[in-house]
């Protein structure tokens, strides 16, 4: 793994203005599917989160916030999804979104100033705060969902509302700009996580069993909207748990699911094949550091998805190496971190239809049409990058000078913040080092930070994209502005200019 050498810009300013590092650019012409440069938000960075002084981890610190990204070119900015929060959905945690802007040169695709607008939190019709708990330990029952929540997947409709897919229900549901639910749409039957005696069961504990429906930790982890904003696409992150042989684990099966936006029912299922450990494999020097058939379904998995058009969609897709808190110095070779294009048109709808009994092609069944898009490893290892794990959010940014569009690619850190078998958390120091929450890491050493990624991708790369219908102005949500104004004043970084 190559080292990143990297100089801050500037000090972290309070919460309201964060200070990035610049990171030598990979390339200077914008063509397609060209790596550009990337930005570092340091790890004990703040969020506007309502919170007692200082850092906290379960109330304030800024991480996560690349499970899903989505670029508001009405608004001409961007909405980082935060996922349940640190320790794996084992501390109470309020979820939210990021509103943020990154300053972007309309010449060469680079982007810089990354600068944190509002937090949204997301709220019941009530008023309650969602949360990333787990539902066994907020709910006291893995069969009730409640207010659990466990967001991964984020698209903006037409009329500035929010879409948010989540990995307990497995859910979709709507939230108003500022925060508060609208409706949750229907999850189909056969997704829902189920014991034997077909019970719920949306906790993802270690201490219950899924038999059928989405695997635990394993549900809609990617939502795209098409163009005129009538469909959504909510995508599992792997296959369902009894859809396999001998399970889903070892399945390449993933169920795409689609919505009817006005009515909030599921209208088509279809089937992306995900890529084989086999193929994966043959990427990883050597053989001792090989996925298992086991890891097909589990190890292996679905990030995002994004609309081109109506029918064409891109999907992010990548294993469980790289740069996280299960490896913060990186020592696990990197199988994949790639973009798939994917159509589809003529996919069987298998609503009713059972994957059960094959992990890779079902007779009668034709799944999505799919290409390779572009290797996000290969790029970013080629310009000597830091390669983390979680490569989550995908977004296609604004159009350029020549063109040509900006992409936008963003981790999840997990907060920077583990856990061991017995549940008790740490922070993950980028030396390796755990540490108690909230504590400074060794000297030398820091919270593992978030990255955003810019590449270029020409017109004629996208293909037949179209931009998603002109999104309502969104306000800033009433919870959030006077903290906001409060704090504005001079701490904030002057933005610099755009070059248009």
């Known amino acids: 793994m190559a080292t990143l050498s990297q100089s801050w810009l500037s000090a972290l300013a309070c919460s309201l203005t964060l200070a990035v590092s610049g990171i030598a650019t990979g390339a200077q012409s914008v063509k397609a599917f060209t790596f ?43 909405y980082g999804l935060v996922d349940r929060g640190p ?37 019941d019709q009530n008023g309650k705060n969602f949360d990333g708990y787990d539902p066994l330990l907020l709910n006291g029952a893995a069969s009730v969902l409640g207010r ?38 229907e999850t189909p039957a056969n997704i829902l996580p189920k014991d034997a005696q077909g019970n719920p069961v949306f906790s993802g504990g270690s201490s219950v069993t899924v038999a059928t429906g989405r695997q635990a930790n394993r549900g809609y982890e990617g939502l795209a909207i098409t163009p005129d904003g009538s469909k959504l696409i ?33 209208t088509a299922q279809y089937v992306y094949p995900l890529e084989t450990v086999a193929e994966i494999n043959e990427r990883i020097p050597g053989t001792k550091d090989d996925f298992a058939t086991t890891a097909q379904g589990r190890n292996i998995g679905v990030s995002s998805i994004v609309a081109l058009n109506d029918h064409e969609f891109i999907v992010l ?43 890779n092609a079902i007779a009668g069944v034709k799944p999505v049409g799919k290409s390779l898009y572009f290797d996000i490893q290969a790029l970013l290892a080629a310009a000597g990058q830091t390669i983390p794990e979680k490569l989550e959010g995908f977004a296609v940014g604004p159009k350029l000078a020549n063109g040509s569009y900006s992409v936008l690619v963003a981790t999840d850190n997990d907060f920077s913040v583990t856990q061991n078998a ?22 030398g050493s ?33 919870t959030m502005t006077g903290m906001a104004l409060a704090g504005l004043g001079s701490l904030w970084l002057k933005r610099r200019k755009k070059s248009r």
């Open 446 to 478: 820091s919270l593992l930070p978030s990255y955003l990624y810019a590449f270029t991708a020409t017109a004629a790369e996208l293909g037949n994209y179209v931009a998603p219908t002109s999104n309502a102005a969104v306000p800033e949500p009433t």
């Open 87 to 123: 320790g794996g959905g084992t501390i109470p945690y309020n979820t939210r979104v990021e509103k943020f802007t990154v300053d972007i040169d309309f010449n060469s695709g680079s982007i810089s100033n990354f600068k944190l607008l509002s937090t949204i939190l997301l709220t």
């Open 36 to 78: 550009v440069n990337s930005l570092s938000i340091p790890g004990n960075a703040t969020d506007l989160a309502p919170a007692p002084a200082g850092n906290s981890v379960n109330t304030n610190r800024l991480g996560g916030f690349g499970s899903d990204l989505y670029y508001d070119r009405a608004n001409n900015v961007f």
């Open 148 to 185: 659990s929540l466990d967001p991964e997947g984020f698209a903006v409709a037409p009329n500035g509302n929010f879409y948010v897919s989540d990995e307990y229900g497995p859910s979709v549901k709507e939230f108003t700009p500022a925060g508060k639910l609208v409706r949750e749409f």
């Open 422 to 443: 017995a549940g008790l958390q740490s922070d993950v120091c980028t030396n390796g080092a755990n540490v108690a929450l909230d504590a400074p890491c060794p000297a």
């Open 317 to 359: 897709e990548r294993d469980n190496r790289g740069i996280g808190v299960d490896d913060p110095t990186g020592k696990n070779p990197v199988g994949s971190k790639r973009t798939f294009k994917i159509d589809i048109t003529g996919a069987t709808d298998v609503s009713n239809i059972s994957l059960t009994g094959s992990n």
């Open 234 to 266: 909510a995508v599992l992150q792997d296959p369902l748990t009894q859809e396999g042989t001998p399970n889903g684990r070892s399945s390449r099966n993933v169920r795409l699911v689609v919505f009817d936006a006005a009515t909030g029912k599921s």
